[in-house]
C-alpha cells in the first residue's frame, strides 16, 4: 500500500471518528450565586437546571444557584438546541 492511500484511509477515518464526538460543547466556567466557579461542559438543560460534565461525572444544578450570566447562557443553549 502505497503512502497516498494509507494517508487517504487514515483521515477518512479520523474525520469518521469526529462524527460520533458528543456534542457537549466545550468546558466553560460556570459561577454559581456566591461566587464559586467550577469548569465543566453543558451536557443538558431545562426551564429549572442545568446539567453539565463535571470529572466524569453529570451534575445537575438549579439555575436559581448560578449567577445571572450562566442563566442566560443556560437559556440561549435550550433555545438553540429546541431548534
Not at 502505497?2 to 469518521?16: D, K, P, S
Not at 458528543?22 to 446539567?51: L, Q
Amino acid at each position: 500500500m502505497n503512502f497516498f492511500r494509507l494517508f487517504q484511509e487514515a483521515l477518512i477515518t479520523f474525520a469518521l471518528c469526529l462524527l460520533y464526538i458528543p456534542d457537549t460543547g466545550f468546558a466553560r466556567t460556570w459561577t454559581d450565586d456566591t461566587g464559586r466557579t467550577i469548569e465543566a461542559d453543558m451536557v443538558s438543560a431545562d426551564t429549572e437546571s442545568v446539567t453539565v460534565l463535571l470529572n466524569g461525572k453529570e451534575v445537575k444544578i438549579a439555575l436559581s444557584r448560578l449567577s445571572e450570566a450562566d442563566q442566560k447562557y443556560s437559556a440561549e443553549w435550550l433555545n438553540k438546541k429546541k431548534k
